[in-house]
């Protein structure tokens, strides 16, 4: 890694994502999802309504794994007190965890990302809802899975209209 990248966006946002670890063009500028698949998680927050700097951006790992490989589990441990401090300042009304790794990782367990998808999971003491979805670098190798994504965005819209109308 060249720096660590710890996170973007508005720190009173609704909205949070949360990806897997940085990638080579994310170490060179010092912020999460700005290459390929961080152009597209642009267009689909646009498409939400929402400019970057609307929502909290932010990845378990802070530093570029060698090689881009996964994040290891002692890696994500060493990064998840900033992680969960982050999450602590920016209060989100909503997590996205964007792609297997970030999701596993957030919600400490092993199930696939598509038993993962379409339920509203609890995080932490708060039990703040967290939402599943593939991520962009996936979508940009299998464009056919974009539907359920944008699925799943629109999901996390419907829930955070009705925390927002204090429903349950």
């Not at 949070?16 to 689909?44: H, K, Y």
């Not at 994504?149 to 927002?164: K, M, P």
Request: aromatic share 6%; charged share 25%; net charge positive.
């Amino acid at each position: 890694r060249t720096q660590t990248v710890f996170g973007v966006g508005s720190t009173a946002a609704r909205w949070m994502f949360i990806g897997e670890a940085p990638g080579a063009e994310e170490d060179r500028q010092g912020e999460p999802f700005v290459g390929r698949a961080g152009q597209l998680l642009t267009s689909m927050l646009k498409a939400l309504g929402f400019a970057r700097e609307d929502v909290y951006i932010a990845n378990v790992l802070k530093c570029r794994p060698p090689g881009n490989r996964d994040p290891r589990p002692d890696e994500a441990r060493c990064c998840r007190d900033y992680l969960d401090r982050q999450i602590e300042l920016v209060a989100p009304a909503l997590i996205v965890a964007i792609g297997r790794t970030a999701a596993q990782n957030l919600l400490a367990t092993d199930m696939p990302l598509a038993k993962l998808r379409g339920t509203v999971h609890a995080l932490g003491e708060r039990r703040r809802p967290v939402l599943v979805t593939y991520h962009p670098a996936y979508l940009l190798r299998s464009p056919g899975e974009k539907r359920k994504a944008w699925q799943d965005l629109l999901l996390a819209r419907e829930i955070v209209g009705r925390l927002e109308r204090g429903e349950t």
